[in-house]
């Protein structure tokens, strides 16, 4: 597994997460302290709204000029936008135009770049499941470290050095991804010949001449012939509202405001050590239904917002964490892989990227509500209907055939 190109790709992964981690907590730290939090809530916006409106089209564009150069493209764009805001926290004091400015730059770049990352693995690895499993772990180490770097970069050296940092990770995963000799024809022949019985199913076209517009009515054309696709991001549209949404914001209040900011800390550091297992344990196990094992699994997800809802003691509280964490990733690497193996390469971007829309679209609902509806009906029974919501998606995705019955896909050999 471990080819050149594969050890390229895991790099620009792992530095592109800790860079997007970093981005976040340098936001609320270098922006919170001067424009306070409505500054911070303004310019994150600013950066999730482009992400939301444009990943459709960096779906499509993948599929027409392939993953990689629009990746790279997508990486050096936002070098330069972390540049500028690096050299005006150098300079100076960053207005609030810039600063939103270069953050919807940002988010409509890395709506670019999303899309191509399911597309690529298959490409550089003969067994996606391994690479999946793998490639997670490194992300869950870069989420751990990332914010920890940006503290602590922020506390010593200031602003202008976190956002310098976080522009140099982007060079870092541009240079990787350059560096990618794919053999992409090859490919798309050896794993379309694999789905060719789909293909021909769903009525696919591949000619030449489409518009943007064509090619977004065929990606959907065929994310809706996929029943096992759409019925998860369903389940994942309730979630973003009503579990993963309301999660972070009400567990750091309940969590801070009882135990204190580190007791939170330790509860996250938890959660980032269960990924790294459950990656590890995706290593170990190939289930024949992955969807299926994936689901069972997620339900060890709702552990945490019960221990948060409950009042857990520590102890208790960072073990349902890590239970989240290791389900979390589990279920990611099921789904990742099964979306490589069976969906045609030719159109695997464009499916990516109607899988990200719909699976985040609905998280920024979940968080906006939660706060409101929690200084209602208390922060307690708001993760009481996150536990239940969440046992009732596990149970629905279990009792849709297609979804229960989704078979593992033989990886198919690709020339090199």
Known sequence: MWTADFIRYFIARAVSVFGDTMLTV???????????ATGVGV???????????????????????????????????????????????????????????????????AAMFQPGVNGIVPLVSDDPHRANAVIRMANAMAELLGPVTAGLVFAFFGAGPVYALDAATFAISALCLAGLRLNKAAGQKAAGQKAAGQKAATGQNTATGRTTLSDLREGWHEFRARQWIWSVILVWVAY?????????????????????????????????????????????????????????????????????????????????????????????????????????????????????????????IGQALAGPVAGVAGAERVLGTSVVVGLLGCTALLLIPAVRNLRRAEPVTLPR
Not at 86 to 106: D, E, R
Not at 342 to 351: A, H, Q, S, T, Y
């Open 26 to 36: 340098a936001a609320a730290l270098a922006i919170g302290q001067i424009y306070g």
């Open 43 to 109: 310019v994150l916006a600013a950066w999730m709204l482009p992400f939301l409106g444009f990943i459709l089209f960096g779906g499509v564009f993948s599929d027409r000029i392939g993953a990689r150069p629009l990746m790279l493209g997508a990486d050096l764009v936002r070098l330069i936008a972390q540049a500028v805001v690096a050299i005006a926290f150098f300079t100076g004091t960053p207005s609030m135009v810039l600063l939103v400015a270069c953050s919807a730059v940002s988010g409509a770049a």
């Open 240 to 364: 973003g509202i009503f579990l993963f949404g309301p999660l972070i914001p009400l567990g750091a209040v309940l969590v801070g405001n009882e135990m204190g900011a580190s007791a939170y800390g330790w509860m996250q550091s938890a959660v980032g050590a269960g990924t790294v297992c459950g990656g590890v344990l995706a290593l170990r196990l190939k289930p024949q239904r992955p969807l299926a094992a994936g689901a069972v699994a997620m339900f060890g997800f709702v552990l945490l917002p019960l221990a948060i809802a409950t009042h857990a003691e520590l102890p208790l509280l960072m073990a349902a964490a890590w239970v989240n964490g290791l389900v979390w990733a589990f279920w990611s690497i099921m789904w990742q892989t099964s979306v490589q193996t069976r969906v045609p390469p030719e159109m695997l971007n464009r499916m990516t990227s109607y899988e990200v829309l719909g699976s985040t679209g609905s998280l920024p």
